[in-house]
């Protein structure tokens, strides 16, 4: 392989009221023929004036189109939370244009034709809205959270991103044909192994779950464990199945592999 040479793609998007940053290091961590690509979302980034997404069928078809041009080579997309209902929808988009992915991974996530368990709260009025999703994640630091003016254009993006996750209506015609990754975090009390375990009936191809230590985030905790197994799975042959012995559930931590 020459110097630099890139040889596959990543398109990676985000959970909820978090944007491009999240993926800042994966370049350096990801093997270098890989080349990470983080589709600007509505309401962040290059598009902070826009508003932010809430019906998650207009949004996939958008970032579809966007990143089409870019599937020149084999490519993967990653989603983690709210992410990952983004990345099924634009993998059935990109496969209806002939471009179908290699690879998806998602993390985090309950399988797309499942219902949303919980209690919703995108529909709350602020101060309740807020506090549900800080007793939910408890991941907005204390200092962010008593900055006014910040926390006024956080919560407008929270809402939207919200909204696309418990509202979510599973909208896909069939099953796609490249294999399906799954990551939870053993911690993680958002999610039943179940529901994860439900993303196996949206592949023809080879399906695998891997548990990483750590809550809801972990793909910032153990990062280095979930780059490496996204690495060396994106680099096998992406086939269809020829029997149920194919499927290999990977019910083990990723740290351990």
């Known amino acids: 392989m020459a110097p630099g040479a890139l040889h596959r793609r ?5 959970y909820a009221g978090a944007g491009r940053a999240v993926f800042r290091e ?4 990801l093997p270098p023929d890989i080349d990470v690509r ?7 980034d290059a598009r902070f004036d826009e508003s932010p997404a809430t019906q998650m069928g207009p949004l996939a078809s958008s970032l579809a189109r966007d990143i089409l041009a870019t599937t020149d080579l084999p490519y993967a997309i990653f989603g983690h939370s709210m992410g990952a209902f983004i990345a099924f929808d634009v993998a059935h988009e990109l496969a209806a244009l002939g471009r179908p992915p290699s690879h998806l991974f998602v993390s985090a996530q309950r ?5 949303y368990r919980g209690q919703p709260i995108f529909t709350l009025p602020d101060e309740e809205f807020l506090a549900g999703v800080v007793a939910r994640y408890q991941n907005i630091p204390q200092p962010v959270l008593e900055q006014k003016d910040l926390m006024a254009v956080l919560l407008r993006t929270l809402r ?7 509202d979510y209506r599973y909208r896909a015609a069939g099953r796609l044909s490249c294999p399906i ?3 939870g975090g053993e911690d993680d009390i958002s999610l039943l192994p179940e529901e994860l375990e439900a993303w196996a009936d949206e592949t023809t191809g080879v ?3 891997h548990t990483l230590r750590g809550g809801h985030f972990f793909l910032n905790d153990r990062r280095t464990e979930l780059l490496a197994t996204i690495a060396r799975e994106f680099s096998l042959a992406a086939g269809p199945i020829s029997g149920e012995d194919e499927r290999a559930i990977d019910h083990g931590d990723a740290a351990n592999r």
């Open 38 to 44: 983080v589709p600007c979302l509505p309401g962040r």
């Open 181 to 183: 990754t799954v990551f």
């Open 160 to 166: 939207g991103d919200f909204t696309l996750t418990e």
């Open 207 to 209: 399906f695998r779950r």
């Open 10 to 14: 990543l398109f990676c998007f985000p």
């Open 26 to 29: 994966w370049p350096k961590l």
């Open 111 to 115: 399988g797309p034709a499942l219902p």
